[in-house]
């Protein structure tokens, strides 16, 4: 079956590093997705990779091993609004989105 | 705001009601889709429509009808639900169907509550 592993809450503390862990299995790979939900709010995107490696935009990162079937989120600099819940999302060989079921991200003053 | 917008935002039923939510991309998008999203799971694929076509149907109950009148314009009409349909469901639209990279841009959601 698809499947989509990712943990459930984590908390980490403003103006650190947090990482957050994706694993996948799917029936083909057409590249990964990460979205961030605010409480009460819409899912919005934040970054693809179909490519092995890390791709940096700003405070974030996302990486990708396709070999391994691993995606990781890294924010950096936290601030309070980051508190969210992150949303790990695995496109198949159909292009049919395989969703994890979220990590809500607790960020302490 | 992500250019989809859905009303209402809030939304109690009883069991033996008939209800429509309304979703509208203002994006030009030619794919619309409907999730449920439950407490603590993965969001759940419910209708996809491309160029107003049904093209995926994932085992929903027929209390749940779709309509896809136009590309721009998706309603989800609700009758005779239980109380485990209480959920918030998200609309969603991205620019086509059947590419790696196809972003989906979400409504904020209608929260459903069934007595």
Known sequence: GQNIDQPTEMTATEGAIVQINCTYQTSGFNGLF???????????????NVLDGLEEKGRFSSFLSRSKGYSYLLLKELQMKDSASYLCAATDSNYQL???????????P | ??????TPRHLVMGMTNKKS????????HNAMYWYKQSAKKPLELMFVYNFKEQTENNSVPSRFSPECPNSSHLFLHLHTLQPEDSALYLCASSQDLGTGNNE?????GTRLTVL
């Open chain 1, 34 to 48: 990460w979205y961030q939900q605010h409480a009460g709010e819409a899912p919005t995107f934040l970054s693809y």
């Open chain 1, 98 to 108: 395989i969703w994890g079921a979220g990590t809500k991200l607790i960020i302490k």
């Open chain 2, 1 to 6: 705001e992500t250019g989809v917008t859905q």
């Open chain 2, 21 to 28: 939510l309304k979703c509208e991309q203002h994006l030009g």
């Open chain 2, 104 to 108: 989906q841009f979400f409504g904020p």
